[in-house]
Nanobody
Framework: VQLQAFGGGLVQAGDSLRLSCAAS????????MGWFRQAPGKEREFVGC????????DYSDAVKGRFTISKDVVKNTVYLQMNSLEPEDTAVYYC??????????????????WGQGTQVTVSS
């Protein structure tokens, strides 16, 4: 599967932004789809993921209640809706696909395929 993440940009604190991860080659229903982010000088961290069926989601404590992951099976696209953005959310955001797990997965090493990343910058 090939993944392409887009939708990043420069926003102000408190704004919302929606990232998209378009998949091609295979359906997202064959994977747990995750979102990760990496800020300068920091390790890549788990943001959230959605199960193969779309019925289960998991989020990091840092974004729980503010971010929502969803998927559109027809468009073969996964979304990350980000609300109440904070400067601490500034990072490059990546989508990824895990071919081995069925429900949720937080560890980046367990993901098999990665998109190219999209920059999100939140100004204070």
């Amino acid at each position: 599967v090939q993944l392409q993440a887009f939708g990043g940009g420069l926003v102000q604190a408190g704004d919302s932004l929606r990232l998209s991860c378009a998949a091609s080659g295979r359906t997202t229903s064959d994977y747990v789809m995750g979102w990760f982010r990496q800020a300068p000088g920091k390790e890549r961290e788990f943001v959230g993921c959605i199960s193969r069926s779309g019925g289960v989601t998991d989020y990091s404590d840092a974004v729980k209640g503010r971010f929502t992951i969803s998927k559109d099976v027809v468009k073969n696209t996964v979304y990350l809706q980000m609300n109440s953005l904070e400067p601490e959310d500034t990072a490059v955001y990546y989508c990824a696909a895990d071919a081995h797990t069925h429900f949720v997965e937080r560890h980046p090493l367990n993901y098999d395929y990665w998109g190219q990343g999209t920059q999100v910058t939140v100004s204070s």
